[in-house]
């Protein structure tokens, strides 16, 4: 019997199955082999950054140094006027004469409007007629009563008729007065608000008349103050209205209470104005020693990087050797100092230098600008042809 011939499909399929799994590693040894040269490469271009030296940062540089500062306390304020007030009618009426310039300076009693008052003189005419013959019937009453010819409650009539007679007459000159309004204290003038003819209704303003000399500045502190400032207590003020003046004034009263929603206490201070240079309403910066004095260690704010987790200074100390056979990178200057980030406690500031309390010693010199290029044991140069602002009093045409 002859052997069987084997099918095509039993032939091939191991063939077929063979090539396959070929293929599949020749793919795999191939992408492997992409991957492993990929991750070579980056390796030795990480490792050669790596090693690749840094060029040093310029920056400019500032010596920490001791001083005695006293210590203040700043606030801002309001100045008030001594007497301030819209000057007003009691009673109403239209306006008859204005006795006054806008911007006038008057003195206490001083006429400024007159409203008219025609019907109330007539009045006052009619009043004063009748108070005068109840006081003459008064007087015969009280002779006859004397003489026994009148009852003593007629007599006590005629007094009470001539007592009434008279308060109405009283009553009707205070209504007249009130019709002419005068200033009630010394003061300036502002701009009028009525005019002749206009008719004017209890309470409407007429001119404000505020009271220059003295001045007060009012301004609040917070409940920690309250031991820290007495009545006659000194007080610098300044004001944007003129720049680069210091006034002096003293505390005139000091609010007893705290208020209990800010837990701050009110203060006014007062001063000469006698050339009305301070205007009520202005802003102004006080500033008063408290009369204690410590050692602070001083260098520019610019030296410090205030941050939410704690701030920080560069010291610097000397670059370290380099390494024995080392070369320097052609063209790229070698680093003199290293600069070591601190952390430091700061207390008061004063203009553009702040006290460090704890942290950094006199005579360790800081970094000035170029901060936020440095990192920890960064290498530095120092340049200090032009350096940041460093005063302690500051002036707006320094800046």
């Known amino acids: 019997m002859a052997p069987r011939t084997p099918s095509t499909n039993t032939v091939h399929a191991p063939s077929y199955a063979r090539r396959m799994t070929l293929m599949l590693i020749g793919v795999a040894v191939i992408f492997g082999g992409v991957f492993a040269i990929k991750a070579f490469m980056a390796s030795a271009t990480n490792e050669f950054f790596d090693d690749m ?80 013959l109840a006081v003459t019937q008064r007087d015969r009453w009280r002779e006859l009563g004397q003489q026994k010819l009148v009852s003593r409650s007629e007599v006590d009539e005629r007094i009470a008729d001539a007592a009434t007679t008279q308060a109405q007459a009283e009553a009707q000159r205070a209504l007249i007065a009130q019709k002419t309004i005068r200033a009630p204290f010394d003061g300036v003038l502002g701009i009028r608000k009525v005019n002749l003819g206009q008719f004017l209704n209890p309470g409407d303003p007429i001119v404000s008349l505020q009271a220059l000399d003295p001045i007060h500045v009012d301004f609040t502190l917070p409940e920690q103050r309250m031991n820290q400032v007495a009545i006659g207590t000194p007080v610098r003020l300044e004001v944007d209205a003129l720049p680069g003046q210091v006034f002096e004034a003293r505390v005139s009263a000091i609010e007893p209470a705290v208020d209990a929603s800010t837990r701050n206490f009110k203060v006014r201070a007062s001063l000469a104005n006698a050339g009305g240079e301070l205007r009520p309403g202005t802003f102004g910066r006080v500033g008063f020693d408290l009369g204690q004095s410590s050692e602070v260690v001083v260098v520019p704010q610019t030296a410090v990087s205030f941050n939410p987790y704690g701030n920080s200074v560069y010291v610097l100390a000397a670059a370290p050797k380099p390494a024995a056979g080392a070369k320097p990178v052609e063209g790229m200057p070698q680093a003199t100092h290293v600069a070591k980030q601190r952390f430091v406690t700061t207390g008061p500031s004063r203009g553009d230098l702040v006290g460090v309390t704890a942290g950094l010693e006199p005579g360790e010199v800081v970094v000035t600008s170029g901060l936020l290029r440095l990192r920890n044991d960064a290498g530095v140069t120092i340049n200090n042809k032009v350096q940041p602002a460093a005063q302690d009093k500051p002036k707006p045409e320094n800046r």
Do not use: H
């Open 53 to 132: 030296p840094q060029p040093p940062v310029e920056v400019s540089t500032f010596e920490a140094r001791k001083e005695k500062w006293s210590g203040s306390a700043e606030a801002v304020g309001t100045l008030v006027a001594d007497n301030g007030t819209d000057v007003t009618t009691e009673a109403g009426g239209v306006v008859q004469a204005i006795a006054f310039e806008s911007g006038q300076a008057v003195r206490k009693g001083e006429l400024l409007v007159q409203l008219n008052t025609a019907n109330e003189q007539a009045q006052l005419k009619a009043l004063d007629t009748a108070a005068q």
